[in-house]
């Protein structure tokens, strides 16, 4: 594991599963105890759990693998860590991601002041992308270092470094999980999500996150949880669904795009005749937004991070540059300067233009009502009414799905050789899969669907395509239903 660990750079600290192990070595027994005498805290008691570097610790260093925050110990935990804490599980330490969780479009966990990390996977002896931001957490999961790690997504970093790694990767509805104590990217969109090695992992993680937090004002109340139950129950007892319902999976055609790979599009295929064998519909649908919601995204995160990230000026936060000369200006600038990181500045630059007052109208609130018809066109294709949503007695436009399958990714992981090539705008443009749910909040889960590795390539080469399954919002529990079906 050390040797995994020079390699893969999963991990931010500690360096080696031994040192975890040696660390814990007293809790692990202590719940060895309890297991043997039926007194569990939960079913994650006693696992080794490790934590996305952008998610507050007391013990180690939260660096979001940023200059600016180097060193910078947080004084609390985030709720999710303590709720980790309190249910049995260990910290198996901090993991690796892009800078402030921003990869460049589609991201590689390549942006960080800790090195890039690489996937467990090769192609022609060639690095892979483990994908990102929250690659760091995908191979401590993919090389065992971990039972399970939690991730942030907030616009597929969870799911897309799922599906490079083989992992299962789950993104909870907005508002499910706290986000108090996870430095924030762009609030509106951010989620703490899980990546796992089988969905039950998951959902058992999931199920001791979640909850509500009076720390995180976005953090949905317990009487809307109940409400939201009971929604849902309602509709299912309606639809006469018992332990083996029937879905109605939703096919969006505006996800069959020209970028997708052959064996990406064959192995949508396969899963969802495998799907149909077992009884279940599928219905080609259309949400016709799709296409803006890759610009929108790329307007509102920024714009978002360009405000949360404006604390970082060497005063209020992050390490000051040195030097004393000059106005309180000069050292933000050259402090930022120094502290932040490429892609970060450009965010920060694209972020604070679509604010200005000569922008604003075209760009921002325009993203704002693109943001609008993408949740529109997901609550015109689920027959379940959006649970906090006044109900609108909409036409029905015949699709009524139950659930939507798309892959989570356009290709396999690319060769990080073939990144610094690629041009920002292009990159971009690889997140459309995963954006939509983000923009919606919706639940998604990406599921790793085996397939025969291509011929001529090696015994490393990746095992699985990632699959994802959304839901309506607060349906956090079908997508890991139908993960467990098809697993
Ligand atoms: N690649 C996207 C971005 O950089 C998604 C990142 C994320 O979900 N944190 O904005």
Redesign the pocket.
């Known amino acids: 594991n050390q040797q995994a660990y020079k390699l893969l750079n999963a991990f931010v600290t500690p360096p080696s599963l031994g040192a975890v192990l040696q660390q814990h070595k007293q809790d692990l027994q202590a719940a060895d105890e309890r297991r043997n005498q039926g007194l569990e805290k939960s079913p994650i008691d006693g696992q080794l759990i490790a934590i996305k570097d952008n998610i507050c610790t007391t013990e180690q260093p939260t660096t979001c693998a940023s200059a600016i925050l180097g060193g910078f110990h947080s004084p609390f935990p985030a709720t999710v860590v303590e709720k980790l804490k309190s249910a049995g599980a260990l910290i198996a330490g901090k993991t690796n991601l892009?800078e402030f969780?921003?990869?460049?479009?589609?991201?590689h966990s390549t942006k960080s002041i800790h090195g890039a990390v690489k996937n467990i996977y090769k192609q022609e002896g060639d690095d892979l992308s483990a994908g990102?931001?929250s690659g760091g957490s995908a191979i401590a999961v993919a090389t065992g270092q971990c039972d399970a790690a939690l991730g942030?997504?907030?616009?597929?970093?969870?799911r897309?470094p799922a599906a490079y790694t083989g992992a299962v990767g789950f993104k909870p509805s907005y508002g499910m999980v706290s986000r108090w104590g996870v430095v924030a990217?762009?609030n509106s969109l951010d989620t703490v999500g899980v990546l796992a090695r089988n969905s039950s992992d998951a959902r058992n993680v999931f199920d001791v996150i979640k909850g509500y937090d009076p720390h995180d004002p976005t953090s949905i109340l317990e009487s809307t949880r109940v409400r939201i139950t009971e929604h849902i129950l309602k509709r299912k007892s309606e639809l006469g669904w018992g332990s083996a319902p029937t879905l109605r999976i939703g096919v969006p055609r505006e996800y069959n795009t020209e970028e997708l790979q052959p064996i990406v599009r064959r192995t949508w295929q396969n899963i969802l005749r495998q799907l149909q064998g077992m009884g279940h519909s599928i219905h080609i649908l259309s949400l016709p937004a799709t296409k803006m919601a890759l610009s929108a995204?790329?307007v509102l995160?920024p714009a978002e991070a360009s405000s949360n990230l404006a604390k970082y000026d060497g005063v209020r936060y992050g390490n000051r540059s040195s030097g004393r000369e000059g106005s309180a200006n000069v050292l933000y600038a050259r402090t930022r300067g120094a502290g932040l990181g490429e892609e970060v500045k450009r965010r920060v630059l694209l972020g604070s233009y679509s604010l200005s007052a000569a922008a604003i109208d075209n760009y921002f609130i325009q993203a704002q009502k693109v943001r609008r018809l993408v949740q529109e066109d997901f609550n015109n294709a689920f027959a379940l009414q959006h649970p906090l949503l006044k109900s609108k007695s909409k036409p029905s436009r015949g699709a009524d799905v139950d659930i939507i399958l798309t892959p989570t990714a356009q290709s396999l992981p690319p060769k990080l050789s073939s990144l610094s090539r690629s041009d920002p705008v292009q990159e971009y443009s690889a997140?459309v899969l995963?954006?939509p749910a983000?923009l919606a909040g919706l639940p998604s889960l990406s599921l790793p669907v085996p397939i025969s590795s291509p011929a001529g390539s090696g015994a490393d080469s990746p095992k699985s395509v990632g699959m994802q399954i959304l839901a309506q919002f607060g349906d956090d529990d079908l997508v890991f239903d139908v993960a467990r079906m098809v697993e």
Not at 101 to 107: E, K, L, N, P, T
Not at 152 to 158: A, E, I, K, P
């Open positions: 892009d969780g921003m990869g460049r479009g589609r991201s990102g931001s942030t997504d907030t616009g597929g970093s969870v897309l990217y762009a995204y790329y995160a997140d995963t954006v983000s």
